[in-house]
């Protein structure tokens, strides 16, 4: 463990009353916000609503009973927006007296509160109003309700915001996520510390969990859809477990931020631009559930005339740790996938597809053997799974090994290494696509007339006498650009 994680999660622990002490939580009152910066942190200009009163009220309710924070941050988008603004404010600092109760706010709606208002926060004692300034709004209006609040004898800072760039942004101006290396970006994020609740649910990065809410409402297309991988905890997990997942430090879905962040200039984007932006989203958002259990089919590409000696491993490994296998063909020579092999599976992806299925597993019978419950094999295949292409040869550490010969019987079985095993993971929507793009390929070939760009690149170097004797396009060729 780096010396830094470790004096971080030195301050996070749990305390003599039973509350796990924590330096920041926050949680956020509103999603929107009056202001439509461009590379907004929380990607407020394409979020809408506000958290219900009651869902507040419950959840800072409980999450007091839980928790000790140094700070405890109302946020948003804009909070302010809130109608039940005051009282949410009163009841967090209720449910966390040992607080600092800060309200993260842009400043510019300060002027909804009233003086009774403004006298309530004073007499709360612990609420400190923190504006964040933005340069591309009027700044003398926002100082000078800075002023009034100080007047209260409520305690304000205003501090310039620098924006980064937390994302890219594609043609129409749309949020696009990094992938990067996780570690290095949770090392350099600013706001690694700042845990966040919403509802039942506590997430170790608060934008994170604006993000999986964000997916959810279908305000953000399936590019971000690795965040969905991610498994927050809840009410019904432990004290213990609750800090061994905050002590963890960084995962998979930190690869959504990028690794450096960069100064960008924001701006006030029109109406327009933002309408338009939600329109392409409505365009694009094809978002798919998580793989499941019910939703996956693990099929068998391998088939030999004596399966019950030649896979016996396989079998006996899938049947242990409860992987439904389902047999592509049985006692047919698998040289690849020649056109009559392609056609029977995408007869079957349509079948399995009409059925309800989302996702196909597929494995190599004499390759792979499981180590572990179905569960974590999918959560694992879910981590670095891009939806819209194919997933293949990826690494499953610990929970998927091949075996050959005496690599498996010395190095799997005695230290239960990973190592890398022929798999291909994806959507049936897209082995469809790449099963169809494949067949044209062949008939252009046979036909002398291959597609055009990429898919002629690929068909000329695949024209080889060997492969076009067998009628044959074999399974390495399967490149995941295909399906873009």
């Known amino acids: 463990m780096s010396r830094f994680l470790q004096q971080r999660n030195n301050r996070i622990f749990i305390g003599d ?7 920041y939580l926050e949680t956020y009152l509103a999603y929107g916000c009056n202001l439509r910066c461009s590379f907004c942190g929380n990607m407020s200009p394409l ?5 219900s009163k009651e869902t507040l009220l419950q959840s800072i309710e409980a999450w007091g009973q839980r928790f000790r924070p140094g700070c405890f941050a109302l946020g948003g988008g804009e909070p302010l927006v809130h109608p039940d603004f005051i009282e949410i404010v009163t009841a967090a600092c209720r449910c966390f007296p040992d607080s600092t109760i800060a309200v993260l706010t842009n400043g510019t709606l300060l002027d909804r509160l009233s003086d009774t208002d403004m006298r309530q926060l004073a007499e709360l004692k612990r609420v400190d109003v923190r504006i964040s300034e933005k340069q591309h709004v009027d700044l003398t209006a926002v100082r000078q309700l800075a002023e009034r609040l100080r007047s209260h004898a409520i305690p304000c800072s205003v501090n310039a915001t620098h924006f980064k760039k937390l994302y890219e942004v594609d043609h129409v101006g749309y949020p696009v996520p990094s992938n990067s290396n996780p570690a290095i970006a ?3 994020c600013y706001a690694n510390d700042c845990r966040n609740i919403i509802g039942d649910t506590l997430t170790y ?3 994170l969990a604006l993000i999986r809410r964000s997916l959810a409402n279908g305000e953000l297309d399936k590019r971000w859809y690795r965040a969905n991988g991610h498994t927050p905890m809840t009410r019904a997990n432990s004290q213990q477990e609750i800090v061994e997942y905050l002590h963890k430090g960084w995962y998979s879905e930190c690869s959504l931020c990028p690794e450096r962040l960069e100064d960008v200039q924001a701006r006030q984007m029109l109406e327009n631009d933002v309408s338009h932006i939600k329109q392409q989203t409505v365009a694009i ?3 798919k559930p998580a793989p499941t259990i019910d939703n996956t089919l693990f099929v068998s590409v391998g088939a030999y005339p004596n399966p019950e000696e030649r896979c016996r491993n396989f079998i006996s490994s899938a049947a242990k740790f409860r992987v439904p296998i389902t047999w592509l063909s049985w006692g047919e020579k698998w040289h690849g996938f020649n ?5 029977l599976f995408r007869e079957k992806c349509k079948t399995w597809w009409s059925e309800g299925k989302e996702y196909v597993f597929m494995l190599d019978s004499k390759d792979v053997v499981f180590a572990d419950d179905i569960d974590v094999i999918l959560r694992k295949a879910n981590e670095v799974y891009e939806p819209g292409t194919l997933l ?3 690494e499953f550490d610990h929970h998927i090994y091949p075996y050959k010969d005496e690599h498996f019987k010395a190095t799997v079985i005695r230290e239960g290494c990973h190592v890398n095993s022929g798999m291909i993971f994806g959507h049936i929507e897209t082995f469809m696509t790449v099963i169809d793009i494949a ?13 055009a760009g990429i898919a002629e690149y690929i068909a000329n170097d695949i024209t080889t006498k060997r492969m076009m004797e067998d009628d044959q396009l074999t399974h390495n060729r399967f490149y995941p650009d295909w399906a873009t």
Do not use: M, Q, Y
């Open 439 to 451: 067949l044209d390929i062949i008939d252009g070939i046979k036909n002398g007339t291959p597609r």
């Open 47 to 51: 979020s809408c609503g506000i958290e």
């Open 17 to 23: 009353d039973g509350r796990i002490v924590v330096p």
């Open 392 to 394: 293949f040869n990826a």
């Open 285 to 287: 958002s094809t978002l």
């Open 339 to 343: 056109t009559h092999k392609l056609r």
């Open 205 to 207: 990065c608060s934008r």
């Open 186 to 188: 949770w090392s350099n």
